[in-house]
């Protein structure tokens, strides 16, 4: 789902300056933070990779966007609130374990959906997937390319567009998910139901 992507380029544009800029976080410790994220990211989508078989990806990708959706509401609190400007004085080592956490929570949400979505999106092109595969990449970077700069408008210094940025982007992308899975998901059912009767008939 291209919208998956915006919340990832989300990530990677807003969180040299929540981290450094509003937090005072110092090169080496981000580094190892934006390692970390990756390596989330990484094993969330083969986790979810290999519980396809008994949770199907529709429902995976549903419960990575909600599960995000609240993840990023709270994140987006957490910017209104505290990280208008840079953060100094005792609250700032709390603020930045509390951010840190969150970024955790946001990337490995975006991995059950990330790897899912694209492969229900091309199963349904069918012969078409190579047309399909090529306006899904487009699509991505478009909407990476709109989110990126967006994340930046109050400033270097500050989470509040950030916050508002994903709030928004993970809100669109639950209720398109609405649209765009029920209809899927209540076709695998059908097709389960199916397979079920076709083998209590013939254990008959």
């Known amino acids: 789902m291209p919208l998956s992507f915006?919340?990832?380029?989300?990530?990677?544009?807003a969180a040299p300056f929540v981290l450094r800029n509003v937090l005072g976080m110092g090169t080496v410790a981000y580094t190892a933070v934006f390692g970390l994220c990756g390596a989330t990211v990484t094993v969330t989508i083969a986790v979810a990779a290999s519980l396809v078989r008994r949770f199907s990806q529709a429902r995976q990708v549903r419960v990575g966007l909600v599960a995000g959706l609240v993840v990023d509401t709270v994140f987006a609190a957490v910017c209104l609130v505290w990280l208008r400007d840079p953060v100094t004085g005792p609250v700032r080592m709390p603020l930045l374990v509390a951010v840190v956490a969150l970024f955790l929570a946001h990337v490995a949400c975006l991995g059950l959906s990330m790897g899912n979505a694209p492969a229900l999106a091309l199963d349904r092109t069918g012969r078409w997937a190579g047309t399909g595969s090529a306006l899904l990449g487009f699509l991505q970077f478009v909407i990476g390319g709109?989110?990126?700069?967006?994340?930046g408008l109050t400033g270097e210094a500050s989470g509040v567009a950030f916050g508002v940025v994903i709030v928004a982007v993970s809100v669109i992308a639950n209720i398109l998910a609405v649209f765009g899975l029920c209809e899927w998901g209540e076709r695998q059912r059908r097709a389960a139901q199916a397979s079920e009767r076709r083998q209590q008939r013939l254990g008959q």
């Open 6 to 13: 915006g919340l990832l380029m989300a990530y990677l544009s």
């Open 146 to 151: 709109l989110v990126s700069p967006l994340v």
